[in-house]
């Protein structure tokens, strides 16, 4: 591939704008040569609430999901041919989903810079920009946003991911909100599940977690099937906690299926013809 210009902003939340004080979030990225809107957030908030004080992070997570669902959006909808001619770079598009510069997320100057491959581009930024904030002890680990942004992509591709909407599950002793579901009668949920940790036995406890998050779920009738899109860890040494992690979600004693990295792209297809098929 060519290589071809590109455009970008840093998304920054500003808690108080009269204190001026910002922290970096995220980056929106723009080609129109290579036909290419991507975005990057991080919805980890740890960072925040320790800077700020009286931070909202539920409110923070919320405004982060309705700008990623709008890039969506703009994504899915427009055709190459009316993006170029609707916006020549990428404070158009931001500016228009974007019109309130008085909230909390404010956008940055607009940069630029070349690619022949504006996925790595952006990853790159992002990491430059928004994970070297981390102290470096507390550089994050993938949390489940991100790996979901790993199974997102063949679904964008193949124009399934404006199928899936929120839905709350419960129960007489217990209440769950998904953020990617799909009804068919019966209500199917995409979750990701991020084991890119740091510790053998967080990765033992977030398995148990949802284990027991299935337990209470036995009995939703309005459930279907619950796939489980899995983040492998990037340590070698938790390989053996992942295994015995994965043998404690298949004893889920509900209709659960799961799924990994690697089967991202076959997922997709097979998401897609469940799709057609019900």
Known sequence: MKKAAYTFQVLKYSHDPAAGETLNVGVVLYSAELDFLGIRLDHKF?????????????????????????VDRVREEYSRTLIQASARDVSQITTELWPDTDLSIKL???????????????????NRMVLSQYAKEEKPTRSDEEVWAIYKRPLLQRQ?????????????????????????TRWHVLQPVSFDLARA????????????????????KELGTLFLLLGKPQLGSLKAAYEKAKNLLNRMPIKHQIVEEDEADSFADEFKDFIKNH
Do not use: C
Not at 109 to 126: H, K, M, N
Not at 160 to 184: C, G, Q, W, Y
Not at 201 to 220: F, I, N, S
């Open 201 to 220: 036995d967080t990765v033992q406890r977030k398995a148990t977690t949802w284990l027991g998050t299935g337990a209470a779920l036995q009995g939703q």
């Open 46 to 70: 740890e960072r925040l609430s320790k800077t700020f004080a009286g931070f909202d992070g539920e409110g923070y997570r919320y405004v982060l999901r309705r700008f990623e669902s709008e």
């Open 160 to 184: 399934l991911a404006s199928v899936l909407t929120p839905r709350s599950m419960s129960t007489p002793e217990f209440n769950i909100e998904f953020d990617h579901a799909f009804k068919n």
């Open 108 to 126: 940055g100057p607009v940069l630029s810079g070349v690619t022949d491959d504006p996925e790595y581009a952006l990853a790159q930024i992002f």
